[in-house]
C-alpha cells in the first residue's frame, strides 16, 4: 500500500468521524451542542482540505514515509503487527487473569519471544519484574487489585 | 514581620517533621516518576496519613511530596517521552530529543536547576505579595479564563512544525475527545453511544499514558534499538552542563518563574497550561526558534522553571481565599481543613507562621529534590540505552498497572490499548500527539468559561471587557508571530 493510499485511508476515516459526530451533535440541546458543533464541522472541513490537498495538488507531499524520530516506520509492517498484537494480548491477559499474573504472564513471554533469555531465566526476571510493580503498586500505594474474568473458575 | 519568618523556620526544626520532609520527598519523585501518577494522585494517597502527627509534620510530608513529583514527571518525560503528568508535557518536546542525542545528563541538570530556582521565585512571591496579587485575582472572570484557554490553543502554531493541517485536524480531534462524557453546563450526556464509563469522559491520566508511554514501547519494538541513539558510555554532557545552562539562561529562568506564578495565582487554571505557555515564549522570544523541537535546553529550562514556580503560586489563593489554584491544590485544601487549618484572609492575620512554615518547606523541599535529583541524574540517563527487550515489558507493566490505579477500573487499561495504537498511528504518519493533548486539556475550560462569559456579559463579551479585549489582542499577535517568522525567512531564503 502506497503512503498516499494510507494518508487517503486515514483523512477518509477522520471525516466520518468527524461527520458522525457532527450529526450526533444536532440531536443536543443549544447550549450542549454550542462548542461541540462548530468543532465537528471545522474538523470535518479541515480534513476534507486536507484530502483536496492532498490529491488534487500536483505538488502535495505525502510525508507518511518520514518519521518523527527514525523515518523507518511504515516499512516495518510484519513488526508492526505483532506490536498491535502484543499491546492487544496484555490488554486480554489482564482483562482475564488481572494485573499482577497477566504482568508476569507478558513479561516471561515477551522475554522468551524475543529471544533474550531462556525460558528458565526468563521466568526469574518476570517475577522480579512482577515483585517489583507489586510491591510499588498493592504494598506501596494500597491499590485495590482485579483478580481477572476467571477468577470465579480457580476459586 | 522577620519574628513570623523565624518562626516558621523554627517549626520545621522538629525530628519528625525532617523524618516527614525527606520521606515527602523521596515518596513525591517515586510517584512523579511512575506515568500517568502525578501529585494528584500521590497527595490523595497521602490523605489518610494526615492525622495524629505534628501540624508542621504533616505539612511537609504533603508539600514535600508535591514539590517532588513534579520534577519526577520531567525525568520520565525526557528520558522517555513520557509525561509523568499532564504538567510536565512540554518537557517532551526538546528534553527528549537531547536524551536521544546523548545529552540526557545535562537535560536532567538543567531540569533539577530550573526547578530549583523557578520554586525558590514562588516561595519568594508567595511570601511577599499577598497583598499586591489580590486585586489583580479579583479583576478577572471567566472571559479572561476563556482567553486564557485560548491561549494555550493557539500555541499550536508554534508546535506544527511539519503540516499545519495535520497539527490543526489532531487539535479538533483532541476537542471532540475531550467532548465526550458529561456537558459542563447543561449535564447532557454527550457522544457516550450507551456506554456509562464513557458517561465519565476519558480520563485523561489513561488517554496520556496510552499516546504517549504505549505507543512509545511500540515505536521502540517496531524500529529496534535503543531510545536513546549513543550508548551510555558514549553520553557527552554531565549534570554540570545542564546545571550552568540553567544559571546562564537566568533571564528565561526570570520570565519563565514569573509566567508560573501568574499561572498559579489564577484559580482553575492549572499547570499545564503554564508549562506549553512557558514552552511558547521560549521558542517565540528565541533568537533561534529552528532549535525548539530538536533538543534546544532552553526548551527544557522554561517549562521546568515555570513548574517550580506555579507551586508557589497556586498556595497563593489556597492559603489566602480558600479558591484552589489547580486540582492539586485541590486535595490540600481538603488537607488543610482535615487538619483545622481554615483557609482564608484572616490566616495571613492570625496564623503567619503557618503560611511561613509553607514558604519553607517550598525552600526546603525543592532544595532537597534538587539535590536528590542532580546526584541520582547520571544515573538515571542510563536509562535510556536500556535493552528494548527489558525496557519494553517493564514500561509496558508499570503502564497497564499506573492506568488501572487511576480509577481501579479494568475498562481504563483497554482504553490505554487503544489510545496506544492510536498514538502510535499518530506518530507514524505525522499527526501531532503534542496537539491532540493541548485540545484535550483546554476543552473542559473553554466550553465552561464560554458558556459563563455569554450568560454574564452578552455576545458581544470580547468588547465590552478591556481586559477581555487586551487578552484577545495580544493572542492574536502571538498566533500571527510563527507565521510571519514563517514568512520573512520564506522571504531571506528567496532573496
Known amino acids: 500500500m502506497t503512503p498516499r493510499i494510507q494518508e487517503n485511508l486515514i483523512a477518509g476515516a477522520l471525516l466520518v468521524i468527524f461527520g458522525v459526530f457532527a450529526l450526533i451533535c444536532l440531536r443536543f440541546g443549544p447550549n450542549a451542542r454550542l462548542v461541540p458543533l462548530p468543532m465537528a464541522l471545522l474538523g470535518f472541513v479541515l480534513v476534507l482540505g486536507y484530502l483536496l490537498t492532498l490529491n488534487i495538488r500536483s505538488t502535495a507531499t505525502v510525508t507518511t514515509v518520514k518519521n518523527e524520530t527514525d523515518g523507518e516506520l511504515s516499512k516495518q509492517s510484519p513488526r508492526e503487527l505483532q506490536a498491535f498484537a502484543g499491546v492487544t494480548a496484555f490488554v486480554v491477559l489482564i482483562a482475564l487473569f488481572g494485573p499482577v499474573i497477566a504482568v508476569f504472564l507478558f513479561s516471561s513471554g515477551y522475554l522468551v519471544f524475543s529471544g533474550y533469555a531462556f525460558p528458565a531465566r526468563s521466568i526469574v526476571i518476570a517475577t522480579i519484574f512482577t515483585t517489583i510493580i507489586y510491591l510499588l503498586f498493592v504494598v506501596g500505594l494500597q491499590l485495590q487489585l482485579y483478580h481477572g474474568i476467571l477468577e470465579p473458575i480457580f476459586r | ?495
Open chain 2, 1 to 495: 514581620m522577620s519574628e513570623p519568618i523565624l518562626a516558621g523556620l523554627v517549626a520545621l526544626a522538629t525530628p519528625q517533621a525532617v523524618l516527614f520532609m525527606c520521606i515527602g520527598v523521596s515518596y513525591g519523585l517515586l510517584i512523579g516518576i511512575l506515568p500517568g501518577l502525578g501529585g494528584i494522585v500521590a497527595l490523595s494517597l497521602l490523605l489518610p496519613f494526615t492525622y495524629g502527627h505534628e501540624l508542621a509534620a504533616t505539612l511537609s510530608l504533603l508539600l514535600g511530596a508535591h514539590i517532588a513529583t513534579i520534577w519526577g514527571g520531567s525525568v520520565t518525560s525526557i528520558l522517555f517521552k513520557v509525561p509523568g503528568a499532564a504538567k510536565s508535557l512540554a518537557l517532551v518536546f526538546d528534553g527528549h530529543p537531547m536524551a536521544q542525542q546523548g545529552q540526557a545528563s545535562r537535560a536532567l541538570g538543567a531540569s533539577a536547576t530550573a526547578a530549583l530556582l523557578g520554586g525558590l521565585v514562588g516561595a519568594i512571591f508567595l511570601a511577599f505579595s499577598i497583598p499586591i496579587v489580590r486585586p489583580v485575582m479579583l479583576a478577572l472572570g471567566p472571559s479572561e479564563y476563556l482567553m486564557m484557554a485560548l491561549w494555550g490553543l493557539t500555541i499550536i502554531a508554534t508546535f506544527s512544525d511539519g503540516s499545519l493541517w495535520k497539527g490543526l485536524i489532531a487539535t479538533t480531534l483532541g476537542l471532540m475527545i475531550a467532548f465526550i462524557g458529561m456537558d459542563p453546563v447543561s449535564g447532557t450526556p454527550r457522544f457516550w453511544f450507551g456506554s456509562v464509563y464513557l458517561l465519565d469522559g476519558i480520563s485523561f491520566p489513561v488517554a496520556m499514558i496510552g499516546l504517549f508511554a504505549v505507543a512509545e514501547m511500540m515505536k521502540l519494538y517496531v524500529k529496534g534499538g535503543t531510545i536513546a541513539d549513543r550508548i551510555a558510555s558514549e553520553e557527552r554532557s554531565s549534570v554540570l552542563d545542564g546545571v550552568k545552562d540553567a544559571f546562564s539562561h537566568w533571564w528565561l529562568v526570570c520570565r519563565s518563574s514569573l509566567l508560573g506564578l501568574w499561572i498559579g495565582v489564577l484559580p482553575g487554571v492549572g499547570a499545564s497550561v503554564g508549562g506549553l505557555a512557558a514552552y511558547a515564549q521560549a521558542a517565540q522570544t528565541s533568537k533561534t526558534p529552528e532549535r525548539f523541537g530538536k533538543g534546544a535546553v532552553e526548551g527544557v529550562i522554561a517549562p521546568d522553571a515555570t513548574l517550580g514556580a506555579n507551586e508557589g503560586g497556586g498556595l497563593m489563593p489556597t492559603l489566602a481565599f480558600g479558591i484552589p489554584g489547580g486540582e492539586s491544590m485541590a486535595i490540600l485544601l481538603v488537607a488543610f481543613l482535615s487538619m483545622g487549618i481554615v483557609p482564608g484572609p484572616q490566616m495571613l492575620i492570625g496564623e503567619l507562621d503557618l503560611v511561613f512554615s509553607m514558604v519553607w518547606i517550598i525552600v526546603i523541599a525543592n532544595l532537597l529534590t534538587t539535590l536528590v535529583g542532580l546526584v541520582i541524574s547520571s544515573r538515571l540517563a542510563r536509562l535510556p540505552a536500556l535493552s528494548p527487550n527489558i525496557l519494553i515489558p517493564l514500561v509496558l507493566s508499570v503502564c497497564f498497572f499506573g492506568a488501572f490505579a487511576t480509577r481501579g477500573l479494568v475498562i481504563d487499561v483497554i482504553v490505554t490499548g487503544i489510545f496506544g495504537a492510536l498514538g502510535y498511528l499518530m506518530a507514524k504518519h505525522e499527526y501531532s500527539r503534542a496537539n491532540l493533548v493541548i485540545a484535550m486539556v483546554l476543552a473542559e475550560m473553554i466550553e465552561r468559561n464560554l458558556h459563563i462569559s455569554l450568560g454574564l456579559y452578552g455576545n458581544n463579551f470580547i468588547f465590552t471587557r478591556p481586559i477581555t479585549l487586551v487578552m484577545f489582542i495580544f493572542i492574536a499577535i502571538t498566533t500571527a508571530l510563527p507565521f510571519y517568522r514563517r514568512y520573512r525567512t520564506n522571504q531571506d531564503a528567496n532573496s
